[in-house]
């Protein structure tokens, strides 16, 4: 079973020009080519990536975020069972004849129907420190990233020389 799957994924069709060939790319008279199995090594590193920016966020963007004063903000909606249904399994905006609809079943107003609709559709939104964790990771990743890449690419004399 493996076997077939790995023959198909592989396939030379896929992956190569039609001039191309596996065999073509294989290692001689001193070349050593890169092998379709090293991409197998990104799979533990997607891994990896997503532990350290869970960590990140954790014990680096949330003290950064309550040292500058932000909080996380709950979203509390009145508990309703009818439009919280109505709410999942049609749409987060009724129209106004929904509205009325619900408001009958619920025994509220319809202002007070559209007010639930609001606060409800606001509480799955994000919140700011939700955001500055996102916003403070991806400038940590970035700043590394080009780190990383001016330490790598900084000796090599096909840089300076185009």
Known sequence: MFWTFKEWFWLERFWLPPTIKW???????GLVFVKPSHLYVTIPYAFLL??????????????????????????KVTPNTVL???????????????????????NLTERQVERWFRS???????SRLKKFQEACWRFA????????????LYDKPWLYDL
């Open 23 to 29: 065999s073509d790319l294989e290692d001689h008279d």
């Open 50 to 75: 997503l532990i350290i920016r869970r960590v990140f966020e954790k014990f680096v963007a949330s003290p950064l975020a309550k040292s500058f004063g932000i909080k996380e903000t709950v979203r």
């Open 120 to 126: 409800r559709r606001n509480q799955e939104r994000p």
């Open 84 to 106: 919280e249904n109505f709410f999942k399994h049609s749409t987060r905006q009724p129209l106004q004849t929904d509205i009325y609809g619900l408001a009958k079943k619920c």
């Open 141 to 152: 990743f970035y700043l590394m990233i080009t780190v990383a890449g001016i330490a790598f």
